[in-house]
């Protein structure tokens, strides 16, 4: 073994998938090393290969696409440490020393500065982001806009006008059900709330 691992969700118990020297399949097929039994998975969905620098990711032209970290993932990508790989209803984070990963070759760019937020929007985010900022668990569901305003005491009309508002300052373009996530998330990583 190489030190690195799948930390599998979704699927059952939670298990611990250790990845090997060669390459490591996930898909719907028994044979693959991470088999996931649901007709949103590709037969062979997606192949992890070792190279020198780390794991290298890649999606096999699968019908329904993988995520990393809430983004599709539409070209090979090297995983780093704490990875989310969303592939139908499983979750896997991907754990490797940092020897293993490639880490010790920094440079790379800190992410940008949040955007200049109005008391609204940074309370939005806040109400927004309290799942991931309490640690519920490795892929906490945001809050839906009721409860988001709910929580707020707006309409849900205002709470829709303010997200549209973050989902533009964020520069989360797509339209899709995974946008609320993607927008805490990338709340959290560029520091806008802590």
């Known amino acids: 073994m190489t030190g690195g691992h799948f930390e599998v969700h979704g699927l059952g118990?939670?298990?611990?998938?250790?990845?090997?020297?060669?390459?490591?399949?996930?898909?719907?097929?028994?044979?693959?090393?991470?088999?996931?039994?649901?007709?949103?998975?590709?037969?062979?969905?997606?192949?992890?290969?070792?190279?020198?620098?780390?794991?290298?990711?890649?999606?096999?032209?699968?019908?329904?696409?993988?995520?990393?970290?809430?983004?599709?993932?539409?070209?090979?990508?090297?995983?780093?440490?704490?990875?989310?790989?969303?592939?139908?209803?499983?979750?896997?984070v991907f754990h490797a020393p940092a020897r293993l990963t490639g880490a010790r070759t920094v440079g790379v760019d800190p992410p940008p500065a949040p955007p200049a937020l109005t008391r609204r929007e940074r309370e939005l985010l806040g109400a927004l982001c309290r799942p991931y900022l309490a640690g519920a668990g490795a892929f906490p569901e945001p809050p839906t806009v009721r409860a988001l305003a709910g929580a707020l005491v707006v309409s849900e009309s205002a709470v829709k006008k303010h997200l549209a508002r973050l989902y533009d300052k964020f520069d989360l373009v797509t339209n899709d059900d995974r946008r609320r996530s993607r927008l805490a998330a990338e709340a959290v990583r560029r520091g806008a709330v802590s």
């Open 13 to 92: 118990p939670v298990r611990r998938v250790p990845l090997g020297v060669g390459t490591f399949t996930i898909g719907r097929a028994p044979g693959n090393e991470v088999p996931i039994d649901s007709p949103l998975v590709s037969r062979l969905h997606a192949l992890v290969e070792r190279f020198p620098p780390g794991w290298v990711l890649r999606d096999l032209g699968s019908t329904n696409g993988t995520m990393v970290n809430g983004v599709p993932l539409r070209e090979a990508r090297t995983l780093r440490e704490g990875d989310r790989v969303e592939i139908g209803p499983a979750r896997l």
